[in-house]
């Protein structure tokens, strides 16, 4: 939401955040370079001066001088790798292998660093999770990412014996170009470290 505040002959546009009630945050200026007030979740003030002399004054005042924009915005190309990924593993989930690789390149590589192996083309990919004998379950623990590079920690289950996994995605024109996996088994902590540590409950 934006709203245009005039004060003489200075332009002020304020690109405010809305709080959990749905309302416009009350934000409020009072001169040039004093940006925001009020109970905002975030908010710009955005200042634009008309005259030069203007903006010599105030000292070349930005508009990012409060809170640069991009800290509110997701760009568009992260939001939709990320539900990209949300449908690539919710389809590895439910075992559905046509939806599972749509986000793999055609020329698309695999690695598993910790077996040697390395699998060219989305076919190949898709053809080798399909001859796998194992019952798989796929749980997300996280995924983490912005542009080409993006990371996901899950939970591999594999005939009800979890294994803990990494894959790590790059991306080219929003397509995975190469994915790196790392897998490790579930280990007993250490009894040095037993007065250190708690449980992890998920």
């Keep these: 939401m934006s709203r245009i505040f005039r004060k003489s002959n200075e332009v002020y546009q304020r690109v405010g955040v809305t709080r959990r009630d749905g ?30 002399t203007k903006q010599r004054k105030h000292g070349g005042l930005s508009s990012r001088r409060f809170w640069p924009q991009s800290r509110l915005e997701i760009p568009l190309e992260d939001r939709t790798i990320r539900k990209r990924l949300e449908r690539h593993w919710e389809a590895s989930d439910a075992n559905d292998f046509d939806v599972e690789h749509e986000i793999y390149h055609e020329d698309a590589l695999l690695d598993y660093p910790q077996s040697g192996e390395r699998i060219h083309g989305r076919r190949n990919i898709q053809e080798s ?50 994915e790196t996996q790392y897998f490790s088994d579930s280990f007993e902590p250490s009894p040095s470290r037993a007065h250190l540590i708690e449980r992890m409950t998920k």
């Design 23 to 52: 309302k416009l945050a009350d934000c409020r200026w009072f001169s040039p370079g004093i940006f925001c007030r009020g109970s905002a979740v975030g908010c710009i003030w955005r200042e634009r001066l008309r005259h030069p």
């Design 129 to 178: 999770r399909f001859v796998q004998p194992n019952k798989k379950r796929f749980t997300v623990r996280r995924s983490v990412g912005s542009g080409d590079l993006w990371v996901t920690e899950f939970t591999l289950t594999y005939d009800g014996k979890p294994s803990y996994a990494v894959s790590i995605m790059e991306f080219r024109d929003g397509l995975v170009v190469r």
